[in-house]
């Protein structure tokens, strides 16, 4: 019976068996807070005095999951129908007849939902009952789908590519899929797909359309005279030789669609929703052209050093012996040449200097499309920022203007002058001068820029609706950095236009100078539709008084500041100043000739450049003498007590003098996103995590299962994942304030049923170039668009106890070596582009969490910039919320960035920061542990006045309660535990006795 080699395979197999299993114990019960998350499992029991008590401060809208989904599938749907954009239409739109048509391209089976990888990516893959197939979307507006091209199109391998080429047209459809072509021939819409995502930026020719894609378009037009292109992609593709074909009868351009999107595309075919979309981005004729994309990938420093490994070269900077210095992705920089002249403001300044004649604007430099030798705006643009059409007729009127208190006041009448009824978009644009003063001190202009809009509600013909738009003065100030060092506003004149995009409202004030298209103006303006304003004195804006009517959806956007005075900050950030004047020279309308960029040559960081990208004495520690640092000083108060109380309130110091150290570590440096429980102080923690891009990542908890979903072949709620939204680049086409903060509310209702108390976004970089890879999270290229409707779904979001996290705060432009790159840009362009979004959703909606950004400003890790998240962010903005990293997985976010302004680490579970933070450091440092103190000073504050309380009375106490993966993962160590030493020990006697037998 006592087999010596049976016992020891068993000894052997069991004993790994029980180090595996205990390994991934001791592994999971590290990251305790976010495994309940996933599982909507809790560590912890709330014993409250009083069990009776109303402790639900902030409450679900809605009753149950059945009637929140409703919603939420309206609040898509209404997204994706006001979304989508119809910037071409030859009159064969809408197919209002037409039943028999035909879907070509890969893309039309497979459409783009919404990103193509990390946390934005669309949920619920495969199930076209949660996400739309585009031949259902068309079934339900009454077409006809041709089966066998649709088949053989499902058929197909493989899907959207990620940043490289398109996949769509990789084989012409034959056989049953031709003939049905000709079957189905009254309409054919082929669908160009484009897709990106996190990690990644997209090649320089993605989004050119290729010889397959166009092998089918010249398919789809032999099969039909209706042919209809939809772009679906949440970036701009190159759609000027289509727009010139006369045989591609009209464009939609629909962005990441949502799980409903494809409903709206045959809504909109079939003319039962009129479009109203705005383009969110310029369409230029080559991707390429414009000054930001001269210099958009990152170099690496001239004289970086390098190592072999793995079949590739990396370049990186060493901290020097003997210092303190952090290494990490290092070597890679960019310097943004284009300076505020990002998107439309590059072709539309230009575009107004060529018809004035001044600034060389009509030189070569910069020409990609421009027939006979010069720079021409009509051959370099295909459809312009805030462009798109309507099937029906609108006139707008100017009725009212005025400049008062700061405050500019427009109303606008619109009429449907049109035979069906309709939604209209007004945009109210402004021009500052552009004076002698700013050429002399490098102050630059747009020739338009973005005010405010506002949109209509559905006017029946002959019906009309005024709309009245605000928005303060500062809005339009500009950035002096070289001389006032502040934000000013010009003597001289302001137009105020409106107009079908910046396009057409500059054509409206180049029309209100005098100028017509005799003076190479792409059409004539209209001088009744732009108002005048002058300013008679030259006035700064550091410490700016502005209005303080407060947010609503209504009343316009206000920039409620603090009384901090405005002054350069982030001088460090422009290389003209670390490596001397001359080094950038950045864009310039004053001469677009001598001043057009070009791609850099190699430059070499100085030896103070790399001290601060090691971070190399960057950081000063405190006195090591920390004994009047209480800690650990007796549960006298519990954290339910702050609710209400303000951030400075006397009380704070003694709450934070009852925890311990290992609280105070844990609370910032423990698990992805969650904060376990503090006991101490009553406190049951949180679930956070990431979503917004396309909705909260997760299914629906199983607690909020109801008999069944709406959704075929999908029974429990359990199964269903909550990210259903379009692409933020499709949001933001809708030009709608009050969706966008409907969003917000949705989003807010969706983390109720998750199990979510804050939301990580929404996203408010900007798209520099079409070649981001992250794009789709974000709203548009253009500053101000993101500033008010970033500010909406904020608002909208954080309306019911949830907290928002705008990210990634700031200047994250690109994805290839994100980790680290360094972005070169002056002060001027900084605050008028990366900054200027995050300040709505900060300054205006009050948004209570930050994710910093894996990048560096200048040569300093964006998490340890004093200036950006101090100075500005809290300074200026009267930031009170916290600072939250993107995955710190690089050494140079380091823990001594809690010294700068970082309140919490974002850390996956095996990855820390102990040699920042543990208790030997704390008390060694006055310096950090005062820091790490005001870190979960500010934590705790916003998470008291959010739903993470509910269910806590102000008399509750809080204790441990075992979950029951934990049990059940202690009772598996505990039986392979006792098998294995069974089996050890049976090896050991059956060993025994066979040394008994031979002896």
Request: charged share 20%; hydrophobic share 35%; with cysteine.
């Amino acid at each position: 019976m006592f087999k010596k080699r049976l016992w020891r395979a068993l000894a052997a197999t069991l004993s790994a068996v029980f180090v595996v299993t205990l390994s991934a114990s001791l592994l999971a019960f590290t990251s305790e807070s976010d495994i309940n998350q996933r599982l909507g499992t809790v560590s912890y029991k709330i014993i409250n005095a009083d069990e009776d008590a109303d402790t639900e401060y902030f409450k679900r809208k809605t009753n149950n999951l059945d009637e929140y989904m409703a919603q939420k599938l309206d609040v898509i749907e209404r997204t994706t129908d006001e979304g989508i954009v119809l910037v071409k239409n030859d009159g064969v739109l809408p197919l209002k007849t037409e039943k028999k048509v035909s879907l070509f391209g890969i893309g039309s089976r497979r459409l783009v939902y919404n990103t193509s990888s990390g946390n934005a990516e669309i949920g619920n893959s495969g199930v076209d009952s949660v996400n739309m197939t585009l031949k259902k979307g068309m079934e339900n507006s009454g077409f006809e789908v041709a089966p066998s091209l649709w088949n053989y199109y499902s058929g197909l391998s493989g899907n959207q590519a990620n940043n490289t080429s398109s996949s769509v047209g990789q084989a012409l459809p034959n056989g049953d899929a031709q003939a049905d072509i000709a079957a189905y021939g009254e309409a054919a819409i082929v669908v160009l797909t484009r897709n990106t995502g996190e990690g990644g930026d997209a090649a320089e020719t993605y989004y050119r359309v290729t010889d397959n894609e166009r092998a089918v378009i010249n398919l789809a037009k032999s099969g039909s005279s209706k042919v209809i292109l939809v772009s679906n992609s949440p970036s701009p593709l190159e759609l000027d030789e289509f727009e010139r074909d006369a045989a591609v009868n009209a464009i939609l351009v629909v962005g990441g669609v949502g799980a409903r999107g494809a409903n709206s595309i045959g809504k909109i075919l079939r003319g039962t929703v009129n479009p109203s979309g705005r383009l969110a981005d310029i369409y230029a004729a080559d991707s390429q052209s414009s000054a930001a994309f001269q210099n958009y990938k990152t170099q690496i420093f001239g004289n970086a050093e390098s190592s072999q490994g793995g079949g590739r070269t990396s370049y990186f900077f060493s901290a020097p012996a003997g210092s303190d210095g952090i290494t990490g992705a290092n070597a890679y920089y960019v310097t943004q040449k284009e300076g505020i002249y990002l998107g439309f403001k590059y072709y539309e300044t230009r575009y107004e200097d060529s018809v004035m004649g001044v600034g060389n604007a009509g030189s070569a430099k910069g020409v990609y499309k421009s027939q006979g030798g010069g720079w021409k705006y009509a051959d370099e643009v295909t459809y312009g920022f805030g462009y798109g059409q309507s099937y029906t007729a609108f006139t707008q009127e100017i009725t009212s203007f005025s400049v008062q208190n700061s405050v500019v006041n427009m109303s606008v009448k619109v009429k449907n002058t049109g035979s069906v009824a309709g939604k209209e978009v007004v945009q109210l644009y402004a021009q500052s001068p552009y004076t002698a003063y700013d050429k002399t001190n490098k102050v630059e202009k747009s020739a338009v820029q973005l005010v405010n809009f506002g949109k209509t509600r559905t006017l029946a013909a002959g019906a009309e609706q005024t709309l009245d738009l605000k928005m303060d003065l500062y809005n339009i100030a500009s950035y002096d950095y070289t001389n006032a060092k502040t934000w000013v506003l010009d003597d001289g004149m302001y137009y105020f236009a409106v107009g079908n995009g910046a396009h057409d409202a500059l054509n409206n004030i180049l029309a209100k100078k005098g100028k017509t298209a005799a003076n190479g103006m792409t059409g004539n303006g209209d001088a009744a539709l732009v108002k005048e304003w002058n300013n008679g004195t030259f006035t700064k804006l550091d410490t700016p008084e502005f209005t303080d009517e407060g947010f609503t959806t209504e009343n316009g956007l206000y920039h409620n500041n603090t009384d901090q005075k405005v002054a350069n900050v982030l001088e460090s950030a422009d290389l003209n100043n670390l490596l001397g004047a001359g080094t950038v020279t950045y864009l310039s309308r004053n001469d677009w000739d001598a001043t057009w960029p070009v791609r850099d040559a190699q430059i070499n960081a100085s030896a103070e450049m790399i001290k601060r990208l090691t971070f190399d004495g960057v950081y000063t520690p405190g006195s090591a003498d920390t004994s009047g640092i209480k800690h650990d000083s007796g549960s006298a108060y519990q954290l339910s007590m702050m609710m209400g109380l303000p951030y400075d309130h006397d009380l704070w110091d003694d709450l934070l003098d009852q925890m311990s150290i290992e609280e105070l570590i844990n609370s910032i440096n423990k698990n992805f996103g969650a904060i376990d429980p503090i006991f101490s102080l009553a406190f049951p923690g949180t679930n956070d995590n990431d979503g917004v891009g396309s909705g909260p990542v997760g299914n629906y908890l199983p607690k909020f299962n109801t008999a069944a979903t709406p959704f075929e072949g999908v029974g429990k709620y359990s199964d269903v994942n909550a990210r259903m939204y379009p692409s933020q680049s499709m949001e933001a086409q809708t030009f709608n304030q009050e969706l966008m903060y409907e969003i917000g509310e949705c989003l807010s209702e969706d983390s109720y049923y998750v199990g979510f108390v804050s939301l990580w976004g929404p996203g408010l970089n900007l798209h520099r170039t079409p070649h981001s890879g992250r794009n789709p999270e974000y709203f548009s290229e253009d500053a101000q668009l993101t500033y008010i409707v970033g500010a909406q779904m904020t608002a909208g979001l954080q309306s019911n106890g949830v907290i928002a996290c705008p990210k990634h705060f700031a200047f994250n432009d690109a994805e290839d070596q994100r980790y680290g790159y360094a972005p070169f840009i002056n002060e001027q362009a900084a605050r008028e582009t990366s900054l200027r979004g995050f300040e709505g959703a900060v300054s205006v909606a009050k948004a209570k969490n930050v994710m910093n950004a894996l990048n560096r400003i200048g040569c300093d890790w964006v998490g340890a910039s004093d200036p950006v998240q101090n100075t500005i962010l809290r300074g200026e903005w009267g930031f009170d919320g916290y600072v939250l990293t993107d995955n710190a997985l690089q050494p140079f976010q380091c823990g001594r960035g809690v010294a700068f302004g970082t309140d919490k680490w974002m850390l996956l579970p095996g990855n820390d920061r102990n040699s920042e933070f543990n208790k030997a450091a704390l008390l060694g440092d006055a310096r950090l542990f005062e820091s790490v103190r005001e870190a979960n000073h500010r934590i705790l504050y916003v998470y008291v006045n959010s739903a993470a309380m509910n269910g806590v009375s102000k008399d509750a106490t809080v204790v441990y309660s075992t979950p029951w993966w934990k049990s059940t993962l202690i009772a598996a160590d505990v039986v392979f535990g006792v098998i294995a030493v069974g089996c050890v020990a049976m090896f050991v006697v059956s060993n025994l006795i066979k040394s008994k037998g031979r002896a």
